[in-house]
């Protein structure tokens, strides 16, 4: 289905450009043959029926995973802004036996108990030259629900969570997504988003082999890179979550009229802040539309269009997507009121993987799947996020479980307990603060378990502060209450 996708591109626009990292620059033609070339890798390598990939947004990326989707295995995109014991845990739940990567990550892919694969040692040109020779072989056949890629939404301090997405799952969703928006070719798009993250894998990478468009490709994100590429690429459509804008409106090197190409500019991840909003729109014209999504829908739930936008809100759910607020008891509330949000539709996930009893704890038998969201919508079917059931954090559009950092904190030998929560942040929505209670007799302070929390975890994870007390606020069961925490900071 998704190989089918990009074997149409293929067909129809073999001669068009499909994506541009800076240093690589591939049509479509050249996109689909590097992508046959990366499926014979994936079939001499490796039996396993899933494979790691360990690239950034690039012109690699793409092909490394229609290459594998190709080669009719499961793609497992690994997050690389993990500690290597983290990511460690990822590559055992997945059983990975190989990694497909490139030599930037030589020293992160040494602490993994998996075979890495240097794509840029292999010797690709030659290989893509030779495959023009031969015909291109059929698409595999497969199902809507065959699971295409496992997107994990933690660590190891946390266990690791393997969200199954299936050919229908990112088919459908990038589908809906283009009809709902109204989105038309031509096209071209900036991809700043990391690949391992759903945002990006959706709205990077599938969408635009929908729609046979242009994709200027960021590996690092760089508020000046993105200035140069938008105003020299005519860049017509970017999505980004709240801090990338924010960082893109303090850069000094970019005009009011940078952003004059842009037509369509999507935030999610995280909330968008008015004051944000208001100032990107004042300085550059480009009014950002919030959407709602999470990994285990595909992501995208909702969004604002160009011409059906209400501000605060996360606009209409997509065509094919349910939305129901529900009480604590399981009742649908009717418009205006806040509860829960629960979805159904062809982007909600299989399940997690080898994980049944937390998916029937969040997926029931008719396929509504529970959120953990509060919201409401309003008369006109507008949704609004209002709140937070579960205690994740969302830290620069990464879902981070307070109980990770916490336990990474508790493994130094002051460290009696611990309890994080989030605090807001302008640049990255979020960050973590803790609370360490010491061991008796113990002395430690905030730089040294800062420090210690450096070498468990991703640097996005690490407390932007760290308050240590004798005691915190505790229920009667000894229970640290998180919801006291705050009137300490």
């Known amino acids: 289905m998704l190989v089918d996708v990009l074997l149409e591109a293929n067909r129809d626009a073999a001669d068009s450009a499909a994506v541009d990292d800076g240093t690589l620059t591939l049509t479509y033609g050249r996109l689909t043959r590097l992508a046959l070339v990366m499926r014979g890798v994936v079939i001499r390598e490796t039996t396993c029926e899933r494979v790691g990939i360990m690239l ?50 030589r020293d992160l892919a040494a602490k993994l108990p998996a075979r890495a694969l240097f794509v840029d040692d292999l010797p690709l040109k030659r290989k893509v030259f030779l495959s023009m020779f031969r015909p291109l072989p059929r698409a595999p056949r497969v199902q809507r629900d065959d699971t295409a890629v496992i997107l994990y939404t933690s660590g190891t301090t946390a266990e690791p969570k393997g969200v199954e997405l299936t050919q229908g799952n990112l088919h459908g969703n990038a589908s809906d997504a283009i009809a709902s928006l109204g989105i038309r070719p031509p096209q071209t798009l900036l991809n700043i988003l990391p690949p391992f993250h759903v945002f990006g894998l959706t709205a990077n990478v599938v969408v635009p082999v929908m729609l046979r468009a242009t994709v200027y490709a960021i590996p690092r994100f760089s508020p000046v890179a993105v200035v140069k590429t938008v105003a020299a690429q005519g860049v017509t459509m970017m999505m980004a979550i709240p801090s990338m804008y924010a960082a893109i409106l303090k850069s000094k090197s970019a005009k009011p009229d940078t952003f004059r190409s842009v037509q369509l500019a999507v935030s999610g991840g995280e909330p968008l802040a008015d004051s944000l909003h208001a100032a990107f729109q004042e300085r550059f014209g480009v009014a950002i539309r919030q959407g709602y999504g999470l990994t285990e829908t595909s992501p995208v739930i909702s969004a604002c269009s160009v011409g059906a936008y209400k501000r605060g809100t996360v606009g209409r759910p997509l065509r094919n997507v349910e939305v129901r607020i529900i009480d604590a008891e399981g009742n649908a509330l009717s418009p205006g009121a806040d509860g829960e949000i629960i979805v159904r539709g062809p982007g909600v996930m299989k399940g997690y993987y080898k994980k049944p009893e937390a998916t029937r704890s969040v997926l029931d038998a008719e396929g509504w799947f529970r959120t953990g969201d509060i919201g409401r919508i309003d008369e006109e079917g507008y949704l609004s996020i209002t709140g937070r059931a579960k205690e994740m954090l969302i830290i620069g559009g990464e879902n981070v479980f307070p109980r990770e950092i916490e336990a990474a904190l508790e493994t130094h030998e002051a460290v009696l307990q611990a309890a994080v929560i989030g605090i807001p942040d302008e640049m990255r929505g979020e960050q973590p603060a803790a609370f360490v209670i010491p061991q008796p007799n113990a002395e430690v302070d905030e730089l040294t378990l800062r420090n210690h929390a450096k070498k468990l975890l991703a640097g996005f994870k690490v407390p932007k502060r760290v308050i240590i007390r004798e005691d915190l606020p505790k229920g009667p069961t000894g229970k640290i209450l998180k919801r006291r925490l705050r009137e300490l900071l």
């Open 56 to 105: 950034p947004a690039s012109a690699l990326f793409p092909a490394t995973l229609f290459g594998v989707l190709w080669a009719s295995r499961i793609a497992i995109p690994l997050n690389f802004l993990l500690s290597g014991e983290e990511l460690a845990g990822v590559v055992r739940d997945a059983g990975l036996d190989l990694v497909l990567t490139v030599g930037h990550f």
